[in-house]
């Protein structure tokens, strides 16, 4: 049997026809990553995101694995291109639009309007697609969106700020509008805790932080699911849901565990990033990367890159840099940083390091790295198994 390469080596020999900065794409790590996120999801469908991804054939490559169903998607033009692709016919809008020419085309489409169900937290929503497509309009699949939040204070919120449909009441009450509403269909609901999904639990350097996390996660997520299985009590006395949509990539397993929920949501677990290494009880392996070029050699223990400065939304801080990966054994200067023209590396591995030679990266966030790169490069074992679009290369855009 052979011997498996390095990882930096192996990297290395796979792109050594490529002239960096390029990403590549490990189709085994993505194969695992997909896998693991079914087995976390214990029989629940997983839902695509597809924001966190970017890349048609890797959104094709997840769908294709047993346990994944659906997309969701962070735009609705996203949506409807995807489907006029033909990678999905049940796609879920993640977030609600005010794209009037999309919400147009929706609503021209029957094939598309069967497929795809956009979000709406109040009746001005349904307003908006009305003064878009004027009121008699085929019916339009709506998803009600509830904020997962945590609020153990009145004025304490801890999660992202989404709807305002809190309550059991706060849903009924909606629901009882969008039902009676000509040219609409109340057939999904979502709640998505980020408070838990993307707040990692063991932060790497601080363990106190971790200790603090976690309590809160204990209790926001028992808080949740009674007040979510009341939510969707509330609203299916009152109409059939199709699906009931929850979680992410850090919370798989308890919100899988929810009965009230049908179906869990997953997308940066399929890449890796560097936010999600603060995580107990998964790890997923990096399938995303990006290669810099040492340009440079200020000192001998400082090796310069070209580019890098492929920072990720969100507050702003470190944790939002990408993190040099391989060869192992070099950090990010704390005065310069990841930067648009040059990014200055040092560390051990520094000073082994010649003009021309690789450094590898991983972004912070998932699906964002697609929006400085115009494809991925396939890699299977040592070798490039073929390079294929991102939604930057196939002239997409939906910031």
Same mark, same amino acid.
């Given at each position: ?69 659906? !997309?969701?998607?962070?735009? !609705?033009?996203?949506? !409807? ?7 999905? &016919? ?50 339009? $699949? ?22 305002? +449909?809190?309550?059991? &009441? ?38 106190? $932080? ?16 009674? $007040?979510?299985?009341?939510? +969707? ?43 999600? &290494? ?6 997923? &392996? ?75 990266? $991983? ?37």
């Amino acid at each position: 049997m052979l011997k498996a390469l390095p990882e930096s080596r192996r990297l290395d020999t796979a792109t050594s026809e490529l002239d960096p900065p390029f990403a590549v794409a490990d189709l085994e790590a993505f194969r695992r990553n997909a896998a693991d996120l079914a087995r976390r999801a214990a029989g629940r469908p997983v839902r695509v995101v597809t924001k966190s991804v970017r890349c048609r054939e890797l959104l094709r490559r997840a769908l294709e694995t047993p346990g994944f169903a659906g !997309l969701m998607c962070y735009s !609705l033009a996203e949506a !409807l291109w995807l489907h006029a692709e033909g990678l999905a &016919d049940d796609i879920v809008v993640a977030y609600p639009t005010a794209d009037r020419g999309a919400l147009r085309a929706l609503a021209a489409d029957p094939a598309a309007a069967a497929a795809v169900t956009i979000m709406v937290d109040s009746v001005e929503h349904l307003d908006l697609v009305d003064s878009a497509v004027g009121r008699d309009h085929p019916d339009i $699949r709506l998803c009600l969106d509830v904020d997962a939040s945590w609020r153990p204070l009145p004025a304490l919120h801890v999660g992202t700020r989404r709807s305002p +449909v809190h309550t059991a &009441d706060d849903a009924r009450r909606l629901a009882g509008s969008l039902l009676r509403r000509k040219g609409f269909r109340l057939v999904g609901l979502m709640a998505y805790e980020g408070q838990i999904a993307g707040v990692g639990d063991a932060p790497p350097g601080s363990p106190l $932080r971790g200790l603090g996390v976690r309590w809160m996660q204990r209790r926001s997520a028992a808080e949740l699911a009674d $007040r979510r299985a009341d939510i +969707v009590a509330a609203v299916r006395a009152m109409t059939e849901l199709e699906f009931v949509n929850g979680g992410g990539t850090g919370s798989i397993e308890s919100t899988a565990a929810e009965p009230a929920v049908t179906e869990v949501a997953a997308g940066s677990g399929l890449v890796g990033p560097v936010l999600f &290494d603060g995580y107990r009880s998964f790890r997923p &392996d990096p399938a995303l990367l990006f290669a810099l070029p040492v340009v440079h050699r200020p000192t001998e223990r400082i090796a310069t890159l070209f580019g890098g400065g492929y920072v990720a939304s969100g507050p702003v801080g470190p944790d939002r840099a990408p993190a040099p990966y391989l060869p192992a054994g070099l950090r990010l200067t704390g005065l310069e940083g990841a930067g648009e023209v040059q990014t200055p590396v040092t560390g051990t591995a520094a000073r082994a390091l010649r003009l021309g030679d690789r450094v590898w990266f $991983r972004h912070a966030k998932a699906g964002e790295l697609a929006e400085r790169f115009n494809e991925y490069h396939l890699v299977a074992g040592d070798a490039v198994a073929g390079s294929v679009p991102t939604y930057r290369g196939e002239g997409r855009s939906f910031g």
